[in-house]
């Protein structure tokens, strides 16, 4: 089967830094997305890698491993608007957009 | 704008009732999905379409149906909703051309069925 593992829940400090881990294991890849979600709110897209190393936007950064099944989103300076749910997705060998269930982050001043 | 709109975005129905959620999207995305959510729990793929008078299942049987007639348009529907179906619906698009396709979504519809 195909499955997307990301911890359920994590607490970070405002203005610290945090890293959100992702493994998946799916048949066929063909992208690893991240998206935000904040509470009772559609996601919106933030990043994207397809190749293995590191991809910077800003305050956000995404690394992915293919040969690990890995990826994470590193948040710099967290603010308090940064508290959401981020959702890792892969594409899979058909093109469809496996989901995980989400990484609840809470931030605390 | 270019955007993608869902309505209602609210709903609160009987058991066996029959309704429509709306999706519709401004950005003449060729690729539309519709995905189920429940609170902390991932998207479920319910339909997808890659173009008019082309719709496909996903991986979640939840008995509805969707048309594409038009690019812009993909309407849900359930025939008799059961309290089972009470969850988040969310629509998206994207393109297929791009380098990245990133899926866009509308604001979603919560759908309560007593």
Same mark, same amino acid.
């Given at each position: 089967?195909?499955?997307?593992?990301?911890?359920?829940?994590?607490?970070?400090?405002?203005?610290?830094?945090?890293?959100?881990?992702?493994?998946?294991?799916?048949?066929?890849?063909?992208?690893?997305?991240?998206?935000?979600?904040?509470?009772?709110?559609?996601?919106?897209?933030? =990043? @994207?890698?397809? %190749?293995?190393? *590191?991809?910077? /936007?800003?305050?956000? $950064?995404?690394?992915?491993?293919?040969?690990?099944?890995? =990826? @994470?989103?590193? %948040?710099?300076? *967290?603010?308090? /608007?940064?508290?959401? $749910?981020?959702?890792?997705?892969?594409?899979?060998?058909?093109?469809?957009?496996?989901?995980?269930?989400?990484?609840?982050?809470?931030?605390?001043? | 704008?270019?955007?993608?709109?869902?309505?209602?975005?609210?709903?609160?129905?009987?058991?066996?009732?029959?309704?429509?959620?709306?999706?519709?999207?401004?950005?003449?995305?060729?690729?539309?999905?519709?995905?189920?959510?429940?609170?902390?729990?991932?998207?479920?793929?319910?339909?997808?379409?890659?173009?008019?008078?082309?719709?496909?299942?996903?991986?979640?049987?939840?008995?509805?149906?969707?048309?594409?007639?038009?690019?812009?348009?993909?309407?849900?529907?359930?025939?008799?909703?059961?309290?089972?179906?009470?969850?988040?619906?969310?629509?998206?698009?994207?393109?297929?051309?791009?380098?990245?396709?990133?899926?866009?979504?509308?604001?979603?519809?919560?759908?309560?069925?007593?």
């Amino acid at each position: 089967g195909q499955n997307i593992d990301q911890p359920t829940e994590m607490t970070a400090t405002e203005g610290a830094i945090v890293q959100i881990n992702c493994t998946y294991q799916t048949s066929g890849f063909n992208g690893l997305f991240w998206y935000q979600q904040h509470a009772g709110e559609a996601p919106t897209f933030l =990043s @994207y890698n397809v %190749l293995d190393g *590191l991809e910077e /936007k800003g305050r956000f $950064s995404s690394f992915l491993s293919r040969s690990k099944g890995y =990826s @994470y989103l590193l %948040l710099k300076e *967290l603010q308090m /608007k940064d508290s959401a $749910s981020y959702l890792c997705a892969v594409m899979d060998s058909n093109y469809q957009l496996i989901w995980g269930a989400g990484t609840k982050l809470i931030i605390k001043p | 704008e270019a955007d993608i709109y869902q309505t209602p975005r609210y709903l609160v129905i009987g058991t066996g009732k029959k309704i429509t959620l709306e999706c519709s999207q401004t950005m003449g995305h060729d690729k539309m999905y519709w995905y189920q959510q429940d609170p902390g729990m991932e998207l479920h793929l319910i339909h997808y379409s890659y173009g008019v008078n082309s719709t496909e299942k996903g991986d979640l049987s939840s008995e509805s149906t969707v048309s594409r007639i038009r690019t812009e348009h993909f309407p849900l529907t359930l025939e008799s909703a059961r309290p089972s179906h009470t969850s988040q619906y969310l629509c998206a698009s994207s393109e297929t051309s791009g380098e990245v396709n990133e899926q866009f979504f509308g604001p979603g519809t919560r759908l309560t069925v007593l």
